[in-house]
């Protein structure tokens, strides 16, 4: 490599490192913190989501009087009744409630006729946490009576209950622990490209809006270096900056996997070497795109602060595909291995989910992510070149 090049990467490099704030939001918060920060929320919802299943279950009842046979058989699973007066619509707004059941006063004569008997369940279908799990329990069980009362009814008559059940459905689940890992963890795509696009973006912003608002980029270009050799210098800089928080980011989620709680989940996610060595060789690619396109952004702007708002505007870029991929269920086609981005994000569900990656997907993702990120390259080091954008007011 040129020793012209290698000196200015060496200098922003060290610059950038000796820039404690800067460290702090592209690497520690991206590449740690994120990782570590999901694996705690999971561990928090699942335990309490799970203490919430395995607990006591209290039902808020108003009308017990009405249905003692329904009231005898709650007991029989161990629910503690509560009974309940007043409005209660007002309760599960002002979320004293999690659910209340109203059983009218109609409910025995109905239900001693053979007649259709209600029971009135207010509940928030929009309600989080461990809330749906109390309401789902709720539902469950007064399904649970309603079926065991009818078909009662039917064997005091002499009729089978099958004959209820025209269609026996069998099923056949041919999901994997891996393939319902990859479903809790369709996020990672999108964390690790962003983790690499924010690794490379203040180092992009600084080494050009940055010296351009400091006044020391004329004092720079008066050094006996080529124009060309000084932003190549500086986008490496910044690609390496890209690389080692996307590898970073890969390792440390590597580390925290296993403080997940998969395995209570039936679920399972396999990052061993050579899936790890997939992932870094599709997204390293990525670092030249992201970084070409922040110098390019930042080239054009005229201050710090305004590169900073139009670089993070580009974060969306990757969360498009992300997005796309959580919501919309996709058959890989050899021409998406060959789109920038979509590819990348295709390949790490497939590792997510157990499936062999072929070659020639890595292939294309690898070639195709270099030819968009070497022509954005080009267009950066092509303007770097123009007197009238870099010292514009």
């Given amino acids: 490599m040129n020793n012209q090049i290698m000196t200015v990467m060496k200098k922003e490099i060290k610059d950038n490192v000796r820039d404690r ?15 570590i920060m999901f694996v705690v929320l999971i561990n928090f919802v699942v335990n309490m989501q799970k203490d919430k299943a395995e607990s006591q279950l ?4 108003s009308g017990v009087e009405n249905a003692q046979s329904f009231i005898s058989f709650l007991k029989t699973k161990d629910v503690k009744i509560k009974e309940f007066n007043g ?22 004569e109905n239900f001693s006729s053979g007649i259709p008997a209600k029971i009135e369940v207010y509940y928030d279908a929009t309600a989080k946490g461990s809330t749906n799990v109390t309401q789902q329990r709720i539902k469950a069980l007064i399904n649970e009576y309603s079926t065991s009362i009818g078909m009662t009814r039917l064997q ?34 999108y964390a690790l490209i962003l983790g690499l696009f924010m690794g490379s973006m203040y180092l992009a912003i600084d080494t050009m809006a940055g010296e351009k608002e400091r006044n020391s980029l004329e004092a720079l270009l008066l050094n006996p270096v080529k124009r060309s050799h000084l932003l190549i210098g500086k986008l490496f ?29 039936g679920m399972s996610v396999d990052l061993g070497f050579k899936n790890v060595s997939i992932l870094i060789l599709v997204l390293a690619p990525l670092a030249i795109m992201a970084a070409s396109l922040q110098t390019i952004i930042a080239t ?33 086609k050899l021409w998406m291995m ?21 070659a020639i997907s890595i292939i294309l993702a690898i070639i195709s992510a270099l030819i968009v990120g070497l022509l954005l390259a080009l267009v950066a080091i092509k303007l770097y070149n123009r007197e009238s954008l870099l010292f514009s007011d």
């Fill in 21 to 35: 704030k800067t460290l702090m939001s592209s690497i520690f918060m991206g590449a740690i913190f994120m990782p």
């Fill in 58 to 61: 209290e039902m808020a009842i």
């Fill in 87 to 108: 409005d209660a619509t007002q309760a599960i707004k002002d979320k004293d409630e999690e659910a209340v059941i109203i059983i009218p006063k109609g409910f025995s």
């Fill in 156 to 189: 005091l008559r002499g009729i089978s209950p099958l004959l209820l059940k025209a269609i026996v459905v069998e099923k056949h689940d041919v999901s994997t622990t891996q393939s319902k890992g990859a479903m809790m963890l369709g996020f990672l795509p």
């Fill in 237 to 265: 800089a910044t690609i390496s900056f890209g690389l080692m928080t996307m590898v970073l980011t890969i390792v440390t989620f590597k580390l925290v996997m296993p403080f997940m709680p998969l395995e209570k989940m």
């Fill in 300 to 332: 054009f702007s005229k201050s710090f602060k305004e590169a900073q708002t139009y670089v993070n505007l580009l974060m969306f870029v990757p969360m498009i595909p992300s997005m796309a991929l959580m919501f919309v269920p996709v058959k890989e």
């Fill in 338 to 358: 060959a789109t920038p981005i979509l590819s990348q994000n295709l390949i790490i569900n497939q590792i997510m989910r157990g499936e062999e990656v072929a």
